[in-house]
């Protein structure tokens, strides 16, 4: 079973950074993305950043510039730094890990239980 931890989240001043960090655990076998989603009420989840095995990131427009998506995969660890944060950037922060199963392609995706990012003065 895989299971997601997440930690960084926390309330920050406009301009400020926080670091967020999930930790990956279990039997993961195949491909994987790792990324982060976010939810602020009354709005849909959307991507914020995301990144492959072999590293190559996706950012949403309003994540470039400022937010940072790495990963350890000696640790199944991925990383979001976020900088310059704004009030709009509050909301709450999900993990996720998308598996790809090589020899049938099937496709699993696991959750964290989510970070709440607070921007505010």
């Known amino acids: 079973q895989v299971q997601l931890e997440e930690s960084g989240g926390g309330l920050v001043q406009p301009g400020g950074s926080l670091r967020l960090s999930c930790a990956a655990s279990?039997?993961?076998?195949?491909?994987?993305?790792m990324g982060w989603y976010r939810q602020s009420p009354g709005k849909q989840r959307e991507l914020v950043a995301s990144i492959t095995s072999g590293g190559g990131p996706n950012y949403a427009d309003s994540a470039k510039g400022r937010f940072t998506i790495s990963r350890d995969n000696a640790k199944n660890t991925v990383y979001l730094q976020m900088d310059s944060l704004k009030p709009e950037d509050t909301a709450v922060y999900y993990c996720k890990l998308e598996v790809t199963i090589a020899t049938t392609l099937w496709k699993y995706d696991y959750w964290g239980q989510g970070t709440q990012v607070t921007v505010s003065s």
């Open positions: 279990g039997s993961i076998f195949g491909t994987t993305v």
